[in-house]
Each structure stands twice: as C-alpha cells, then as structure tokens.
C-alpha cells in the first residue's frame, strides 16, 4: 500500500485547539456548537480551511490555523479566530475556556455533533467514544521528505511525558478528582488505535501497517489512528497530539515553539547524517503514564536499562538544549513560557491550588474562563467572589 507524503517546506505549523463552550451564569457546558458556527459563516463554511467547525461533542468547537511558519503567526492567526468566536459566543450567554476536561460537566449529558464520521466512530466505539467530552491541542510541524518522518516520530516519542506534563490540565472528572495530573490522557488513550505512536523502521514500515490495518478491518482510514504522535500524509506533517487542552494562548505558543524546535533539531540531525534516538516501546508507555498520574513531578526513565531522573530537571535542560534552534525559528519568548509553567504550576496544579485554597469547582471554572480571556495565570483570590 502506497501512502504518498505531501511535503512541507521546511518546518511550518499548524494549531488545532478545542474550545469550551461554558455557560455564563451555571459554568457547566453548553451543547450549543451547531448555533455558534452558524453565527460565523465566514469562518465555517468555504475556503480551503474552516477555521472553526465541529469536533465529536456539541460542547466544543476546534480552532484551526492556517499553515504558518512561526509560532508567532500561528498565535495572532488563532487570536484573531477566538475574537470573532468570543463574541458571537457571548452574544449566546456562552463564555469560552479550555482545559483537558470540564470540571463538573458530566459526559452522559454531552450532545453528539452532526456529522456523520462522528455518528459512525459512536456506532463503532460505542461507550467509549461517548465518554471522550474531552479537549485537548494538536500540533503540526512541517518535514520536507517521508523517509525523515518515521524517525523524527520515534524521537518525538521520547518526549510524551514532555509535552503531557507542561499542559496537563484535566485533574477533574465528572465533579471529583481523578487523583490524576490528566484524565483526558486515559479517557482519549481507550480508543483501541489511540496511544503511544507504534516504533516502526521506516516509511515503508509504516505503509505496511496501515496496509494491514485495513486489511483486517481495525480500520477504515488511516486517519482513524490516533496515535499521540502521527505523521500526517496530506499534511506533510507529523502531529504532536498528546497535549491537555491548553488554558492560555501564552501556553499554546509554548507547546508550539517545543514541536517545532524539537522537529527542526531532529531534522537537522538528519542532515548531519546522525541516527536518530528511538526508546524502547515499554520505556515510552511507561513514561506517559508517570506523566499522566504525576504531571511534573514524574520521574521519567532516561534509558532502555531503567535510569531515571525528575521529569521538572529533564524540562529545565530541554528548554537549554533547545534554544539556540528556537532562536534561529524566532521562538525564543514562546519557549521560555516552560520556564513559568515550572515556576508557577501547570493547569492542573493551578486548579487544584484553588480547591486547596477552599474555592469550589465552580471558581476553578471561573479561573479557566479568566485565564482563557486574559491569557495569564489565574489565583484563587481573583475569582473567589466571582458570581456571588
């Protein structure tokens, strides 16, 4: 089976981040996505990009850019989006937050979208496809040629607990803590092709496995793998998947900025003629686990024969080792926001600060909504009386 691969002119970008819709006055979600998207014609419907449009549940709605080629671009291209959704949203009585789940929302209440492939994936997945009101950020980084993208994804699978732990931000299921830095990770992760990418050797090692896929009917597309990092054939693209849903666009552009800096060192590398480092399957399923329950404070594997450092010393020295290529990519600023999510806590430490500190649910929704709008990090005290 041939897969032929779009290449992309050297490492562009694209954002895919999934919105909340939030009622104002009771903070939980709002299944109203189909009334919000018919108030923005212009950016729903025609053109080569949607920049806004559907994803599986009525309580989100997906703001795409359009190719980019800095983070910078890609920010002002989402900002101007979520201005014109903000302010048909808010004309709705709907206020706009995003984090990996919703707080006190319960999925059993979540409304499907109108469209058929998310109708079919629901007869497929059944309960677990109905469970997945999740939110989350996916980003894609341009590579110029298909036989570099299998091992820049094997690389790119080092760094799971990585990306996860930054942007964790779903501690919170159904009303009661998971116990968990992300519940979105295992809620999503069930679907039986999501996950850690499959280590494979090559370009054609990956056309034979899609090829088999299909042929014992796993799958109907290949878009239906949903690894936590895949390549993209019509993109041109391998897509970083395993973020939470990401609170501030501060945040976004750091999640940006990583991608695209660690696909430009590994392509760089290739260049140079280096091997690329690929980790052992067990190594990388373990490590996004440790991520998924402890966030930054995982202690992460570094080795195939079980050494381990703290996952907070192994991001202190990426972000190091990375800023010279961030530098050349004009990223710098956007990258050095993993500085403060260090200092400050990720979202998940943000929310449950608020819940330590006696808030409610109700205010950790409020700090989301607050953080979204004003794009900086939120305490309890500036939201503590909001409503009363």
């Known amino acids: 089976m041939a897969i032929d691969f779009n290449p992309s002119r050297g490492p562009t970008l694209g954002v895919e981040w999934e919105i909340q819709l939030v009622d104002a006055e009771t903070r939980h979600l709002r299944q109203d996505a189909r009334e919000v998207l018919a108030a923005l014609p212009s950016l729903s419907e025609g053109g080569d990009v949607h920049k806004v449009r559907h994803e599986l549940m009525e309580s989100t709605v997906e703001v795409v850019t359009d190719v980019c080629h800095t983070v ?17 949203a808010a004309d709705r009585g709907i206020a706009l937050a995003c984090t990996g789940t919703h707080p006190i929302s319960d999925w059993r209440d979540a409304v499907m979208a109108p469209v058929q492939r998310y109708a079919d994936l629901i007869e497929q997945m ?17 590579v110029s040629d298909a036989d570099r993208v299998i091992p820049i994804v094997n690389a790119l699978s080092a760094y799971l607990p990585h990306f996860l732990a930054l942007t964790a931000s779903s501690p919170f299921w159904s009303g009661h803590d ?12 069930q679907l039986p092709t999501a996950g850690p990418p499959h280590l494979l050797d090559d370009w054609a ?23 936590d990092i895949r390549p993209h054939p019509d993109f041109g693209t391998v897509e970083i998947r395993m973020f939470d849903g990401i609170p501030t666009l501060r945040e976004l552009g750091m999640a940006a900025a990583l991608c695209q800096s660690l696909v430009t060192l590994f392509d760089q590398q290739l260049d140079r003629g280096y091997t690329l480092p690929r980790p052992a399957a067990w190594v990388v399923r373990d490590n996004k686990w440790r991520a998924t329950r402890h966030g930054l404070d995982a202690i992460v594997i570094t080795d195939d024969t079980g050494n381990t450092t703290p996952l907070r010393d192994d991001l202190y020295e990426l972000v190091r080792e990375l800023e010279p290529v961030a530098d050349r990519l004009g990223c710098t600023e956007e990258l050095k926001v993993a500085a403060e999510v260090l200092e400050h806590g990720a979202s998940y430490e943000r929310q449950r600060a608020i819940r330590a500190e006696g808030g409610t649910l109700e205010n950790v929704v409020d700090a989301a909504i607050a953080e979204f709008a004003e794009d900086r990090f939120v305490t309890f005290g500036e939201v503590a009386h909001v409503g009363n």
Do not use: C, N, P
């Open 178 to 189: 998971t116990g968990l830095a992300s519940s979105r990770a295992v809620v999503f992760g």
């Open 72 to 88: 910078g671009e890609a920010k002002d291209d989402l900002a101007a989006t979520v201005a014109a959704l903000r302010s048909a």
């Open 205 to 227: 090692a990956f056309e034979d496995y899609m090829a088999t896929l299909l042929r014992a009917g796993t799958i109907r597309s290949i878009k239906e793998v949903w690894w």
């Open 126 to 142: 059944q309960w677990l496809a109905r469970r997945i009101q999740t939110f989350g950020v996916h980003v894609h980084v341009g």
